[in-house]
């Protein structure tokens, strides 16, 4: 199993510019988990699913947007691109529930110029 | 509203010292998690532990252990005889349980660097 995977793993931008992560998990969760990681900050939860078909926001949802058209498949979508935006976004899956144990994918770090 | 405060940033520890990181949280659920991750300079995430509510147990896992203390808020993480292999950020996160999709709360994290 590969877990949870993540599309691209770099990524430079220019400011106004869109892109869309990937993220795909293969252990049957229903939760995804959209998170960005700041220096000094911790992971923030950006948005999140409780299943397919539907998105929720999290702490953070300014500025994205997310889909989740295939239960495996959890994207998230920068329309235009803002330097604040410059980070390390981790995607994660999990049983739900506060008990569930999360498994991360490998991070994706987008830099936007 | 639920949070977690590591206030240790950074740690530097010459290799087989113990070290102790430091988590404070708050929350007004009655029944909530806790959780341990530690993430190498390779950058992924690695779970550590889980511990709930209402298990006030400690927990010893090798060369790690676990202090957990509702009276003072308190789950802290014990490295004993430190490695340069355990060189990494520490993040303790919350989850509580009335917030069904489970979500993670993060503190800060403590950087800890072991050196040889």
């Known amino acids: 199993n590969a877990g949870v995977t993540q599309t691209p793993k770099f990524r430079v931008l220019k400011t106004g510019q869109s892109m869309t992560l990937l993220c795909a998990q293969d252990?049957?969760?229903?939760?995804m988990y959209w998170y960005r990681q700041d220096p000094g900050m911790g992971l923030r939860l950006i948005h999140y699913?409780?299943?397919?078909?539907?998105?929720a926001k999290g702490e953070v949802p300014d500025g994205y947007n997310v889909s989740r058209l295939k239960k495996q498949n959890f994207l998230l979508g920068l329309e235009s691109a803002a330097p604040s935006q410059t980070s390390v976004y981790f995607c994660?899956?999990?049983?739900?529930?506060?008990?569930?144990?999360?498994?991360f994918g490998p991070g994706t770090r987008l830099t936007v110029l | 509203a639920q949070k977690v405060t590591q206030a240790q940033t950074e740690i530097s520890v010459v290799e087989k010292e113990d070290v102790t990181l430091d988590c404070v949280y708050e929350?007004?659920?009655?029944?909530?998690?806790l959780f341990w991750y530690k993430q190498p300079p390779s950058g992924e995430l690695v779970f550590l532990i889980r511990?709930?509510?209402?298990?006030?147990q400690n927990e010893i896992s090798g060369r790690y252990s676990w202090n957990f203390q509702k009276s003072t808020s308190s789950f802290n993480f014990t490295i004993t005889a430190s490695q340069v292999v355990d060189s990494a950020v520490y993040f303790c996160?919350?989850?509580?349980?009335?917030?069904?999709?489970?979500?993670?709360?993060f503190g800060q994290g403590t950087i800890l660097t072991v050196h040889p």
């Open positions: 929350t007004r659920d009655t029944t909530y998690y």
């Open positions: 994660a899956s999990g049983t739900g529930g506060g008990y569930n144990e999360q498994f």
């Open positions: 699913s409780v299943g397919e078909g539907t998105t």
């Open positions: 252990m049957n969760h229903e939760y």
């Open positions: 511990r709930n509510s209402f298990d006030e």
């Open positions: 996160a919350l989850s509580e349980r009335r917030t069904s999709y489970g979500k993670l709360t």
